[in-house]
């Protein structure tokens, strides 16, 4: 069963403070996303990746970095977390495909990690 | 800028109806379309992807349509199910570029099958 993980379910931080939320893909994907997902704002986009070391901002990367040292893994940053950061954070993933790129393949989502920042 | 418009407000069907969702954007030129559904506090889960050149698609009891010269697509559930009751989001590139961009999704429409 195709799978991505998100590290965490629920998470509490404290403002400021540096948070790492990691996800682990076992589909051998090139595409990795990070999106948030807040009630009204619907879910908006991060950041994605399209390779190892690649990155690129998507809608709303102020206050956020990624980190892809490996294929199967896609870390979000909070480099100082604030409260206007407490969200659900869903990290997804998909196949690279040569014509149509990233709307020709189905994205897989992590069971998502609520974030809490106090 | 870029934008998709899903209905806001919650849809009450009967069940053994077909549900029919909407999702209209503008300042795109997308050439392909994606559906998916989401249960609370869980991730979304793909449904169906649908090409430009293909007006329609289909998958058990799922049907998506896509019009591009009205930029919009219905997504069908007939014979709908008490277990169909989710929120159902269409999504599309990122960037109008193509190629290796985000899903951009639209808000979603919460759908409530009344048994």
């Known amino acids: 069963d195709v799978k991505v993980t998100q590290s965490s379910r629920y998470l509490v931080k404290r403002t400021g403070e540096k948070v790492f939320l990691e996800c682990v893909q076992d589909m051998d994907h090139e595409n990795m996303f990070w999106y948030r997902q807040d009630p009204g704002l619907g879910l908006r986009l991060i950041y994605f990746?399209?390779?190892?070391?690649?990155?690129e901002k998507g809608d709303i990367p102020e206050g956020y970095s990624v980190s892809r040292e490996k294929k199967e893994r896609f870390s979000l940053i909070l480099e100082s977390a604030s409260t206007n950061q407490t969200s659900m954070y869903l990290c997804?993933?998909?196949?690279?495909?040569?014509?149509?790129?990233?709307?020709?393949?189905?994205?897989?989502f992590g069971q998502g990690t609520r974030l809490t920042v106090v | 800028s870029q934008k998709i418009e899903q209905n806001s407000e919650a849809l009450n069907i009967q069940e053994g109806k077909t549900a029919t969702l909407t999702c209209n954007y503008t300042?795109?030129?997308?050439?392909?379309l994606q559906w998916y559904r989401q249960d609370p506090g869980r991730g979304p889960v793909f449904l169906l992807l649908i090409r430009e050149n293909e007006k329609e698609k289909r998958k058990e009891r799922l049907k998506v349509t896509f019009d591009t010269t009205l930029k919009q697509s219905l997504f069908h559930i007939t014979a709908s199910q008490p277990a169909d009751s989710a929120t159902y989001l269409c999504a599309l590139d990122a960037y109008s570029g193509g190629g290796a961009d985000g899903l951009t999704f639209g808000k979603g429409t919460h759908l409530i099958i009344q048994p």
């Open positions: 300042n795109y030129s997308p050439a392909y």
């Open positions: 997804a993933s998909s196949l690279y495909a040569p014509v149509g790129g990233t709307m020709n393949t189905e994205a897989f």
């Open positions: 990746s399209y390779d190892v070391k690649m990155k």
